[in-house]
């Protein structure tokens, strides 16, 4: 979905490599956080199956090709708006 996301958006190669590397950057930091707090909290098996699948799902499914979508509209919205002003 994020790869079909930023096509369709117009996001340019060189941006969505980037983005994508800050992507797992945050979404590795943000697992490493979940299974630190799991570990030491000893939570119920429901809620730590929950945290362990819903989580990077949410970020990898969701959020991930939300943002990116997103960034295009807008890139694209600035690139629109700075050609018809120069024109």
Do not use: M
């Amino acid at each position: 979905p994020l790869c079909l996301c930023s096509g369709i958006a117009g996001a340019k190669p060189s941006s969505f490599f980037l983005g994508t590397c800050a992507g797992a950057l945050l979404s590795i930091s943000c697992q490493l956080l979940v299974g630190s707090v799991l570990r030491n909290a000893r939570p119920n098996t429901y809620i730590a199956t929950l945290a362990l699948v819903a989580v990077p799902t949410l970020i990898g499914n969701v959020i991930g090709p939300l943002s990116v979508t997103i960034s295009g509209y807008l890139l694209r919205r600035k690139v629109e708006g700075v050609s018809t002003t120069t024109t």
